[in-house]
Every structure is written in C-alpha cells, then in structure tokens.
C-alpha cells in the first residue's frame, strides 16, 4: 500500500507540474512578455528540432500575420497602433520586408538606398526607421521575421531578370548587404530572417547565396534564417542543408481551383505538403509561411474565406507545424486598413492559439498511418480530409475536421481508461459539447451541424 501511494503521489507531483507549466505558458502569452522579469526573446529551437522555445524553454507557437509592408505604408505611430491590435487578436509574430519593390519610399520620403538602388549604398535613416519598429514590436513580446531582397512573384520585386537589382548589383554587392543588415540589426533579439520572397531562386541563386553568407556571417546566430519559395515548393525543397538554414517555409494554395485556372489543380493541399516536410531528414522546425489571403477579392486571384483560413493553419500544426501565418488584403495596408484588420480569420488564428497552448501541442505528432482514427477520416488531396495527431504518451489526440463528417475513434490505441471528449468550435473559440467515453474499442463519433470542428480525446486512468 505504501509503494502504491507513493506512486499516486508521483503521478499527482507530475499532473500538477504539466497543470503550472501549462499556467505558465498562458500567463506569458495573453498577460505579459517576461518570466521572472526576463524576455521571451530570443528564441531557441526545442531540443527535438520540431518546434520554437522561449528563453525560459516554453514552446512558442508561430502565430503571425502577413504585414508585408508595415516599413514603407506605415509611419512608426501607425505601426504600432496595428501590431497593439494584431496582439489583442492573438498575434505573437510579424512577417513583413524591408521593401517590396524598387521604387518604394516610406512614409517619410526615405528611399532603402542611395544612387540606382546600390547594395553597397544602404540608406542609413530608412534603415533606422525599420529598427524602430522592429525594437518596438519587441516592447510589445512580437517576433518580427522580416525579408530583404524580395524576389517577387510576378516582376514587382528586386530579382527575377538580369535588369533587376539582385543580379544587376553582383555577387560582391549582395554579400557587402547581407553583412550591413547583419551587423545593423544585431542588437535585436526578436528578429529572424528570410531570404527570397514568392519565387524560388531561378537566375538569381548565386546572388542570393553571396546575400545570405554575408547575413549568416554577420548576424547574431539566433536570429534564424528561412527562405520563402514559391507556391508548392519548400525552404528545404530548395536549399536543403545549407548551413545557414535554420527554419522552413512552407507555402501552397489548395487543388481545387475554378476550371479557369486549371493549372492548380496540381496544386497539394498543405496537409499535403506539411506531411512530407515533417517526415525529411533535415529536421528542423517548419511553418506555414504563406498561403491563401482573406480578403473581398475573387477566388481566382488566390483569394480566401475564413473557414480555408481555418483549415489551412488547423492542417499545419497537427501535420507536425510549429505554426503559420495568417494573410489577408490589409498586407499592403491600403486606406482601408483598419476596417480589414477587424476581419473573422483573424480573430479565428487568435482561437487557434488559445486552444492549442491550453494543452501540451508540442507532444503531438501527425497520425498519418491511421492508427488512432481508423476511418471516417476523409480521402487524401480533397477538402475534407481529417489530420488527427497524437501526444508521445498517447494521452492527448487531437483531430481538425474541415467538413461535417463521422469518425472511427480506436480507444484502444490511446491510453487510459476514461476519455473526455471536446468538441471545439474553431469559428467561435467555444467549447460546444463534452462527453466521456469509458471503453478501449473503436468508437462512432460524430460532430454537431457547422462548417468544421476540432476534436480533442484525453485520456486518463
């Protein structure tokens, strides 16, 4: 009776110590930026390589927004009123760029740099208005993770052809900006970095490689280095080992596309693609950097509603993600920017990250062989198939259901004995309904009406 009651003691020592870490993590995020009065910043990748760590080793889900152009289209007042917001919302992360095209001048009538757009040139004030904001987003516990040169997609950006600037200014001059941005933002600890912009490297890769050498080189190691490919393809796609790559993009759209863009539909769904990066050998942690915008433009221009905005972020973490980024039309912060910032995705990543970071999300790894949901699960490549991962101590299983359907749950594969089962509602943030299941066999279980659900299934003795 005695070993027998110090083992319970042990289990409860360890539920409570799980009960305050998990605390813990909530009390940092939504009521303050320091532990025991220290930043959070800089990150660290976890000991498994799969995720981000905090200073004080708590994970840290990558939950950011796209405001691409905050430096040029923003005075430093208004971006801070908008990442004050995107915190409120749930935001711990910024994506944005130095600049985007060219020709872009602030808000101050500062151009990036001297002469016809020269390298080795840097405008030292434009630059000083962009460490301004970086250092006040790190007032405020938000990651900036910022590129510089942008490819662009379509033309629009610094690289791409032999007239644009990445390949015009040379080999030596991208190397000499990749060490002045090294050593200009150092000093900053809540900085990481991504190279190329919407396009793989093409013609520009020799150039691309001198810029990032001189970045790695110059820049503190912690400040970690991605690279943004285009649609499909994969920092570790296309620069796999390279020493200074430190963390992956991930980047696609979805199959099913109208018949007038037919070329998409060779396009993978990102659980698609999550899944094959999860499983390379060059582990290292993965996002979701980029994909489908919401916004009141059509379809056909890439354009997205709040429940592909869901499923698309749900798809990420379960498929073994250490989190995404949300877009929208406010990227570029046209006038109506503070009438867009209020729109539902948004405020839907904001529940996301809530529910994830009430639980121990960093445990779960994607089921992808079927073994805790048996069927029901939906078919491979279309809309409405069910990720579903599992904690390492087969406690926790956790399944994202894009559409309303049934599924095959085999308690024998989870442990415990008892199982309390959540339905949440990815559009509200709420709980709808929970209900105990006390059997290890396999098990029907079936969603209310609504567009999507996420299933939680915790196991105890």
């Not at 396009?199 to 970045?215: C, I, Q, T, V, Y």
């Not at 490549?381 to 599924?407: C, F, G, R, W």
């Amino acid at each position: 009776m005695e070993n027998k009651s110090s083992l319970t003691n042990i289990k409860e020592i360890k539920m409570n110590l799980n009960m305050k870490y998990l605390v813990l993590v909530i009390i940092l995020v939504y009521f303050g930026q320091t532990v025991n009065g220290q930043s959070i910043f800089p990150l660290k990748i976890s000991e498994n390589k799969r995720f981000f760590v905090t200073q004080q080793e708590i994970p840290f889900l990558y939950t950011a927004d796209t405001g691409w152009k905050i430096f040029t289209n923003l005075t430093t007042a208004e971006a801070v009123e908008f990442m004050k917001f995107r915190k409120a919302q749930g935001f711990n992360t910024i994506q944005t760029m130095i600049v985007m095209t060219p020709e872009d001048i602030n808000r101050y009538g500062q151009k990036p740099f001297l002469g016809d757009v020269d390298f080795s040139r840097p405008n030292e004030a434009y630059h000083d208005h962009v460490y301004e904001i970086i250092a006040k987003a790190d007032s405020l516990g938000l990651l900036i993770v910022m590129s510089q040169p942008w490819l662009g997609c379509c033309g629009e950006g610094f690289g791409t052809m032999p007239e644009k600037p990445i390949q015009k200014n040379g080999i030596t001059k991208n190397r000499i900006y990749g060490q002045y941005l090294g050593k200009k933002f150092a000093g900053l600890k809540n900085l990481l970095w991504i190279i190329g912009g919407d396009n793989d490297p093409k013609g520009d890769r020799e150039f691309l490689l001198s810029f990032a050498e001189g970045l790695y080189e110059s820049a503190p190691k912690h400040q970690f280095i991605t690279y943004h490919a285009s649609s499909t393809h994969s920092s570790t796609d296309l620069f796999q080992y390279a020493p200074w790559l430190g963390f992956s993009f991930i980047y696609t759209y979805w199959r099913e596309k109208p018949n007038s863009w037919a070329v998409h539909d060779l396009v993978p769904h990102v659980y698609e693609v999550a899944l094959r990066e999860w499983t390379k050998s060059d582990i290292m942690p993965f996002v979701l950097g980029e994909s489908q915008y919401e916004g009141t433009g059509s379809i056909d221009n890439d354009m997205g509603n709040p429940q592909i905005i869901r499923r698309q972020a749900y798809w990420t973490v379960l498929c073994g993600g250490a989190g995404s980024a949300y877009g929208s039309d406010l990227w570029n912060f046209p006038p109506t920017w503070r009438e867009i910032i209020q729109y539902k995705g948004a405020n839907q990543m904001g529940y996301m990250r809530k529910f994830f970071e009430q639980i121990p999300w960093w445990t779960l790894e994607p089921d992808f062989s079927h073994s805790c949901v048996v069927s029901g699960f939906g078919e491979w490549s279309t809309n409405n198939y069910v990720t579903t991962a599992v904690s390492h101590d087969k406690k926790l299983m956790v399944s994202y259901l894009p559409e309303i359907q049934s599924l095959s749950v085999d308690f024998g594969f989870l442990s415990g004995d008892i199982f309390k089962c959540t339905w949440f509602n990815p559009r509200t943030g709420e709980t709808d309904k929970v209900f105990t299941i006390k059997t290890k066999s396999v098990q029907r279980i079936s969603p209310v009406n609504g567009e999507d659900w996420v299933l939680m299934v915790q196991g105890s003795n």
